[in-house]
């Protein structure tokens, strides 16, 4: 079936507009992951839902972002007053439930405020 | 913050010749993944072995993970003008949670 999608995939934001970024994941994926990826760094962890329960958001670097997955399978990622350093790809990734399975990835969504 | 680091930062080798990348980390592991990216596009999983596995092959691919060192290492025999990317190994600590841990990569680039 289909991959993990993203949108969109490119977005300009000045600086203290908020957007909002989408995942679809693959379908019948419990679990997903937000990851922000600055240039030339691998990808850090943001949050992790499974199916509508987020189950950590230790990694969500301040109150402006927030991430939601009401009916557990679409999710959103939103950053208020988005500032320049959120400038960066923001991944998202499925997988099936439970340890030792592979993630998928969607191409990401590179953000940049200006 | 990242939990491992992979050495090189940057490999450049002939078509045909092996590549090994290293990966170390820092805490106790669930399993180690390996992904590959190729430039502006997303994460592709390579492979992965689990703590108590020591190495593990697929295809043109070969993982050997040493818990006692903490560190592992991918190598790709034979190695291909499509091989050029960049390389992230990826820890999984802990059961419940399957959020990854990555390491800050190997740019890897091969010279037809």
């Known amino acids: 079936g289909a991959g993990v999608s993203q949108s969109p995939r490119y977005k300009v934001a000045k600086r203290g507009q908020d957007v909002a970024l989408r995942c679809d994941p693959i379908s019948g994926h419990v679990s997903l992951f937000w990851y922000q990826q600055a240039l030339g760094q691998g990808p850090e962890f943001l949050t992790y839902f499974q199916n509508e329960a987020q189950l950590d958001k230790s990694g969500l670097p301040s109150d402006r972002f927030f991430a939601e997955r009401p009916e557990g399978s679409v999710s959103t990622l939103k950053i208020q007053r988005t500032q320049q350093e959120d400038s960066a790809v923001y991944l998202c990734?499925?997988?099936?439930?439970?340890?030792?399975?592979?993630?998928?990835f969607g191409p990401g969504t590179r953000l940049t405020v200006t | 913050s990242q939990q491992g680091e992979e050495d090189p930062q940057a490999l450049s080798i002939q078509e045909g010749e092996n590549a090994t990348m290293n990966c170390s980390y820092k805490t106790s592991i669930n399993n180690l993944q390996w992904y590959r990216q190729n430039s502006g596009r997303g994460l592709v999983h390579l492979i992965l072995i689990r703590s108590n596995e020591r190495e593990k092959h697929s295809g043109r691919l070969r993982v050997t993970l040493d818990t006692s060192k903490k560190s592992s290492s991918l190598l790709i025999t034979a190695s291909r003008a499509a091989d050029t990317a960049s390389y992230f190994c990826a820890t999984e600590k802990n059961f419940g949670n399957e959020k990854l841990t990555f390491g800050t990569g190997t740019r890897l680039t091969i010279i037809p």
């Open positions: 990734a499925s997988s099936s439930a439970g340890t030792n399975y592979e993630q998928y």
